[in-house]
């Protein structure tokens, strides 16, 4: 099977936030178990969209996660300090998607790269909204797809 290889647009990168790897996040093998990734990638997620139109709820809408990519390039330990950059790309109607580059700053160290698809979703009427305006306003630079 071939390997998932991410080829991301490193300028759309516009935030950054860090975050501590904890003990309870080290699997078996004494590094960074992939699930604790996932949930530090959902965190840096949250931070980002809080940062850019207020959290989750943006324009009447909530965003939900469509899919998620990682590839993981090495690993990280208990008590590394990881820095998390995030930006968005390939916009469509309804969503698009969040990436990030994951770096430990103390050695420069790329741990892990992600790509995380996203859509608007109006719960009370459980269906995917278009974009709200306000949202594709915060990020002019980004492509759109159809």
């Given at each position: 099977?071939?390997r998932?290889?991410?080829d991301?647009?490193?300028?759309q990168?516009?935030?950054?936030t ?5 003990v309870t996040d080290?699997?078996?093998a004494n ?14 997620r ?12 943006i324009?009447?809408a ?11 390039c090495?690993?990280?330990?208990a008590?590394?300090?990881l820095?998390?950059e995030?930006?968005?790309m390939?916009?469509n109607k ?5 990436i990030?580059?994951?770096t430990?700053?103390a050695?420069?160290?790329?741990i892990?790269?992600?790509?995380s698809?996203?859509v608007f979703f109006d ?5 995917v909204?278009p ?10 630079a980004?492509?759109?797809?159809s």
């Amino acid at each position: 099977m071939a390997r998932l290889k991410l080829d991301l647009p490193l300028h759309q990168l516009c935030y950054s936030t860090h975050l501590t790897v904890r003990v309870t996040d080290i699997n078996s093998a004494n590094h960074l178990a992939n699930d604790s990734m996932i949930s530090m990638i959902s965190e840096a997620r949250a931070r980002f969209l809080f940062e850019h139109g207020g959290g989750e709820l943006i324009g009447g809408a909530r965003i939900i996660v469509t899919d998620l990519a990682t590839m993981y390039c090495k690993e990280a330990h208990a008590r590394d300090h990881l820095l998390f950059e995030a930006g968005v790309m390939d916009f469509n109607k309804y969503g698009g998607d969040i990436i990030f580059r994951i770096t430990r700053p103390a050695d420069g160290a790329l741990i892990a790269m992600a790509k995380s698809g996203f859509v608007f979703f109006d719960y009370e009427r459980k269906c995917v909204v278009p974009m709200p305006e306000s949202f594709a306003a915060a990020f002019p630079a980004v492509n759109w797809v159809s």
